[in-house]
Nanobody, 114 residues
Framework: VQLQASGGGLVQPGGSLRLSCAAS???????MGWHRQTPGKERESVAR???????EYLAFVKGRFTISRDNAENTVHLQMDSLKPEDTAVYYC??????????WGQGTLVTVSS
């Protein structure tokens, strides 16, 4: 199973970016989500969406980020609006199978700066 993330880049404060992540290979996906990490800090969960459940968000991004999932394509998107410098991080997508296996993407850098 491989995950390919895309969509990172440089954006000004207040701007928007859309991250996408596609899972390929043989997997029965239960859920998909995004974590992020900045140097010197632990990786934190940003958003996730589980089958049959409501999306869950880190409190700091709630109302600004929206996660969506295309079940047929095993793809997850993260729409990030009203970006703040504090959102600067490497964003990692992941997927969890119904058996409990987790797979991670390679990370995509998001930089929010003027």
């Amino acid at each position: 199973v491989q995950l390919q993330a895309s969509g990172g880049g440089l954006v000004q404060p207040g701007g928007s970016l859309r991250l996408s992540c596609a899972a390929s290979g043989s997997i029965s996906v239960m859920g998909m989500g995004w974590h992020r990490q900045t140097p010197g800090k632990e990786r934190e969960s940003v958003a996730r969406i589980w089958s049959g459940g409501s999306p869950e968000y880190l409190a700091f991004v709630k109302g600004r980020f929206t996660i969506s999932r295309d079940n047929a394509e095993n793809t997850v998107h993260l729409q990030m609006d009203s970006l703040k410098p504090e959102d600067t991080a490497v964003y990692y997508c992941y997927t969890r199978s119904w058996k409990g296996d987790e797979y991670w993407g390679q990370g995509t850098l998001v930089t929010v700066s003027s």
